[in-house]
Structure formats: structure tokens, C-alpha cells
Nanobody, 120 residues
């Protein structure tokens, strides 16, 4: 089994910046694609950004040019740097990853979420 734990959520003013982090732990053999999702109140969870093990990235149109996803394979971590934040970025942000462990085949894991609120 593996676990994902996010951190870094906070209250930030419009136009501000924030960095989210996610650390994977457990009997990990390999982590493949990692991603950030978000869910605003009353809305469906949506994909924000993905990054492959090799570093290829993709972003939702709504965050392109403002958000940057990165990972450190040696540390089993993924980060999301967010800038020029808007009130519509307010949501619970979830870390997601495809992980193979010593005791199980590759499976998809979710973190518990971290709240980001953009408000003046």
C-alpha cells in the first residue's frame, strides 16, 4: 500500500502565489504519472495538471501559464506552484498518482486534499 499526503493549502489574496506539495510513502517500487486535481464547492472534481515520470507535463487550459507542476523522483514528491491566483481557483486540491508497490500491482492513489482559498 501507498499513501499520498498533501500540504501547503492556505488563504491567499487574488494575484498571490502558493505552492502545494505532495509526498508519497509506503513500500513503493515506482511512481508513474502524478497529477493534481481540484474540486470547488458544488462542482465536479477536475484535472489541473499531470506530470509523467520522465517530466512531460500537461495543464488544464484554465491554469496554463499560471501553474507549474514538478516532481522529484528520488523523493517521491510532486509540487504545484500556483501564481496569479484568482478567486475561481478556490477549491480543495488533491494529489493523485499511479504507484506500484512491493506488495501490489500498479494502482491509482488519492491524497486527502488541501484547501486553497483565494479571497481578499
Amino acid at each position: 500500500q501507498a499513501q499520498l499526503v498533501e500540504s501547503g493549502g492556505d488563504l491567499v489574496q487574488p494575484g498571490g502565489s502558493l505552492t502545494l506539495s505532495c509526498a508519497a510513502s509506503g513500500n513503493i517500487l515506482s511512481i508513474y504519472t502524478m497529477a493534481w486535481f481540484r474540486q470547488a464547492p458544488g462542482k465536479q472534481r477536475e484535472l489541473v495538471a499531470t506530470i509523467t515520470r520522465g517530466g512531460n507535463t500537461n495543464y488544464a487550459n484554465s491554469v496554463k501559464g499560471r501553474f507549474t507542476i514538478s516532481r522529484e523522483n528520488a523523493k517521491n514528491t510532486v509540487s504545484l506552484q500556483m501564481s496569479s491566483l484568482k478567486p475561481e481557483d478556490t477549491a480543495v486540491y488533491y494529489c493523485n498518482a499511479d504507484i506500484r508497490t512491493i506488495t501490489s500491482a500498479t494502482a491509482n492513489y488519492w491524497g486527502q486534499g488541501t484547501q486553497v482559498t483565494v479571497s481578499s
